[in-house]
């Protein structure tokens, strides 16, 4: 399977302050990668689509100029949280999409907004 | 619509004891995948499995094995003599919609393997 890294893997920030993450495909050139949030003891839920070279594709309800979703080269995706609340606090996720329609995952971020 | 119910929220085994996890599913599609991950204490997401819903066979490997019958719409799993680390968050899976990856995720078992 692909390898997947996310980076930062924790953060910490206060409310009101944008926060990067970074999401590569450290062996596979992914045109496709998605971004999932995870509140704790909940289930993954997809927030978007990020295509390599286009804009992201978001889900219903998730706000696209508060989730910044770039995807500049085939081994990355960055995800920003624009001014960040206590209540975007959460576990992020991201895939990378094969050509068999397997997704693998990276390590996750745990942000934690004061 | 699609749907991914997996009723067993936690379940606690002692090791070497053999547990199956279930896995209920809907979708509108004839044909689909339907996926397995396994989420440790770490967080990342380890896959497990992809099966094509036209291969009806039973799948082992290891110590997991996969039970699908369409016919009732299920995907369930088995640890067999399962171990401390095999202590985590599963999730059952199925694509959104065909051909673009995204999957929609049950709400996830917790498991949980006492020594």
């Known amino acids: 399977g692909a390898v997947v890294s996310q980076h930062p893997s924790r953060v910490i920030c206060k409310s009101g302050t944008s926060v990067k993450i970074e999401c590569r495909s450290l062996?596979?050139?992914?045109?496709?990668m998605f971004w999932y949030r995870q509140f704790p003891k909940q289930s993954l839920m997809l927030m978007a689509t990020s295509n390599e070279g286009s804009k992201a594709t978001y889900e219903q309800g998730v706000e696209k100029d508060k989730f910044l979703i770039n995807h500049a080269s085939l081994t990355l995706s960055t995800l920003t949280v624009t001014s960040a609340h206590p209540e975007d606090s959460s576990f992020y996720i991201c895939?990378?999409?094969?050509?068999?329609?397997?997704?693998?995952f990276g390590p996750g971020t745990r942000l934690t907004v004061l | 619509a699609q749907k991914v119910t997996q009723a067993q929220t936690e379940i606690s085994v002692v090791e070497k004891e053999d547990v199956t996890l279930d896995c209920v599913y809907e979708t509108r599609d004839t044909t689909y995948y339907l996926f397995w991950y396994k989420q440790p204490p770490s967080g990342e997401l380890v896959f497990l499995i992809r099966r094509n819903s036209f291969d009806e066979q039973n799948e082992i490997s290891g110590r997991y094995s996969w039970n699908f019958q369409k016919s009732t719409s299920s995907f369930n799993f088995t640890i067999t003599a399962s171990q401390v680390v095999d202590s985590a968050v599963y999730f059952c899976a199925l694509p959104l919609s065909s051909n673009t990856g995204k999957l929609i995720f049950g709400q996830g078992t917790t498991l949980q393997v006492k020594p």
């Open positions: 895939s990378v999409l094969n050509s068999y329609n397997e997704q693998f």
């Open positions: 062996d596979f050139q992914a045109t496709t």
